[in-house]
């Protein structure tokens, strides 16, 4: 069983459409989840950070971390084109002070006008 | 949060060569990372580096890779001989300047070996 498993999609989603995004974990100890966002062949963008359960909200983005059921969740509100990328889960357990971050495959997302 | 930059944007090198690739400028940061992405896989973590020392590495990073920070800004990542399986996109991270668990990537370098 991978660590982190995300559907790669595409996700095809006209504007202004609610997108959901998901990724499931099998390792109970990770405490700390992100979303990023990556155009192609660019760097990882951070849009969400959270830590253990519960929800978090930021413009049109909301993220969601369910531990119990090893489940997040990126909500994306009034999608527009500008949002078609890559978006990457990712989580990790911090030890010492230092963590290494374990990323889902990546779902790719195009909104269209 | 201020940018991690990373140079070069794409290197170029044969099978069996040397590569240095950089994370600049660094400062008051504590925590750093190395990450490749393979094209079409995902972000594969490969180092992470604190005070000055590994603190943790991947199966991935074998003694073909190292990494130092030479000067106390730059971080670089060397790979001594190039395998055609190297070839990805190389992104350096760093932690928050407060220790916290949020990583914030370099646009990356994209190392192709032939």
């Known amino acids: 069983q991978k660590e982190v498993e995300q559907d790669p999609g595409p996700l095809s989603v006209p504007e202004g459409a609610i997108v959901s995004l998901n990724c499931t974990y099998s390792?109970?100890?990770?405490?700390?989840f992100m979303w990023y966002r990556q155009y192609s062949r660019k760097g990882p963008e951070l849009l969400m950070y959270?830590?253990?359960?519960g929800n978090k909200e930021d413009g049109r983005f909301t993220a969601q971390v369910d531990k119990s059921s090893k489940y997040i969740s990126l909500f994306i509100r009034d999608s527009q084109p500008s949002d078609s990328a890559t978006y990457l889960c990712?989580?990790?357990?911090?030890?010492?002070?230092?963590?290494?971050?374990?990323f889902g495959a990546g779902t790719r997302l195009a909104v269209h006008p | 949060e201020p940018e991690v930059t990373q140079t070069p944007s794409h290197q170029v090198t044969q099978m069996g060569q040397e590569v240095i690739l950089r994370c600049v400028p660094i400062?008051?940061?504590?925590?750093f990372y190395w990450y490749r992405q393979i094209l079409g896989q995902k972000v594969e973590f490969l180092v992470s580096?604190?005070?000055?020392?590994?603190?943790?590495k991947s199966e991935i990073f074998d003694d073909q890779f190292s990494v130092e920070r030479p000067d106390g800004s730059n971080f670089t990542l060397k790979i001594r001989s190039t395998k055609l399986e190297d070839s990805a996109m190389y992104f350096c991270?760093?932690?928050?300047?407060?220790?916290?668990?949020?990583?914030?990537f370099g646009p990356g370098t994209r190392l192709t070996v032939l």
């Open positions: 991270a760093k932690a928050s300047a407060q220790g916290g668990s949020e990583q914030f």
């Open positions: 390792n109970s100890a990770f405490q700390y």
């Open positions: 959270t830590y253990s359960s």
């Open positions: 400062s008051n940061h504590l925590y």
């Open positions: 990712a989580m990790s357990v911090v030890s010492g002070g230092y963590n290494k971050l374990i």
């Open positions: 580096f604190y005070n000055n020392e590994i603190s943790e």
